[in-house]
């Protein structure tokens, strides 16, 4: 199959490509850049989706960027770099004459609102309450294929929680205070801490790529997490563990709300209890489904 990945470039996207390869498929990455492999996001405006069986969409301005401040510019980079790049997709698969039979759209689980109680599955209702959320909202709506198309082309959404991986993502930059025994929980800590392991959202979103006969016209919604629920205290001891490291020093919520700006410390201070109801129904099976494999494969040990 062939198959267009937007921001494939990233952490997601790499090994994604890598395990569609290791399946004979054919890669096509946009980029906002051009080289080899490559298209870019205006070639896909002004020329069309070249031709191919499935399309993906992880494409999207880095939210955990240290290097920078939550300002009014970063937050408009943030949507436009994930709401802009999913219209163009959706409206290019709606344009082509032979249009993909598989369109997957990678998200968020920032829709559900933070709590140590409510369990959410991708049947639990849900409306925008802060900035994110409201991304979320946008971002998901960009990638709505007119009713026509998507009797064509199936939909698909993935909510992943923190992706972890050893190339990118959170752990890229926890590792180095986890080695220098200075991690330690975030904020309270007792918060739900969803998470995936980058191969199995990477085997996910391959498997959404399979055709479906008579494909809904809504998208089908599939939580990226895995059903183990842990907290940030729970991950934080196990990553101490694997690495042989102490986690004695806990990073104060006040810190991470001046340090990242509050809209943004929620995704690191507060959590939701996310569970991948409609992914296991899919006959999805998990590589990695508990923290202590992840980690031993992340760390190499
Ligand atoms: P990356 O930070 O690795 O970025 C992915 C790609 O997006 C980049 O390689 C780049 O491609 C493109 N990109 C970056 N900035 C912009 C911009 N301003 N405008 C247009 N394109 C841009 O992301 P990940 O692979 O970690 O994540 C993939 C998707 O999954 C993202 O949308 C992210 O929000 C979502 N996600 C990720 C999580 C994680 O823990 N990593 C957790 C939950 C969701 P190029 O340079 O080729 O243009």
Not at 223 to 245: I, S, Y
Request: hydrophobic letters at 40%.
């Amino acid at each position: 199959m062939r198959v267009v990945i937007g921001g494939g470039s990233g952490f997601v996207g790499r090994e994604l490509t890598r395990l569609l390869k290791s399946k004979g498929h054919e890669i096509t990455l946009i980029s906002r850049q051009p080289g080899p492999g490559k298209i870019t996001w205006a070639d896909v405006e002004s020329g069309g989706l070249p031709p191919c069986e499935g399309a993906v969409n992880v494409a999207g301005e880095n939210i955990m960027n240290p290097l920078r401040w939550w300002n009014e510019s970063y937050k408009k980079d943030l949507v436009s770099s994930r709401v802009n790049t999913t219209r163009i997709l959706a409206q290019a698969i709606a344009a082509s004459p032979t249009p993909p039979h598989s369109w997957v759209l990678v998200t968020g689980v920032a829709c559900y609102k933070p709590s140590l109680q409510t369990q959410y599955t991708e049947e639990s209702e849900w409306t925008p309450f802060d900035f994110l959320s409201h991304l979320v909202k946008e971002w998901e709506a960009a990638g709505q294929l007119p009713e026509n198309s998507a009797k064509k082309t199936r939909q698909v959404i993935i909510r992943p929680g923190a992706v972890l991986g050893r190339d990118g993502g959170a752990m890229k930059q926890m590792l180095i205070p986890f080695w220098l025994g200075l991690g330690g929980t975030l904020g309270s800590g007792r918060q739900p801490f969803p998470w995936i392991h980058v191969s199995d959202l990477a085997g996910i979103i391959a498997h959404a790529l399979e055709p479906k006969e008579e494909p809904s016209t809504e998208p089908d919604v599939f939580n990226g997490v895995v059903p183990a629920l842990n907290t940030n205290f729970e991950f934080t001891k196990d990553l101490g563990r694997t690495l042989k490291r102490p986690t004695i020093f806990p990073v104060p919520g006040f810190f991470l709300d001046v340090f990242f700006g509050s809209e943004r410390a929620v995704i690191l201070t507060q959590g939701q209890k996310v569970v991948p109801k409609k992914t296991l129904e899919s006959g999805f099976e998990f590589q990695y489904p508990d923290l202590t494999s992840a980690l031993k494969e992340i760390v190499g040990y």
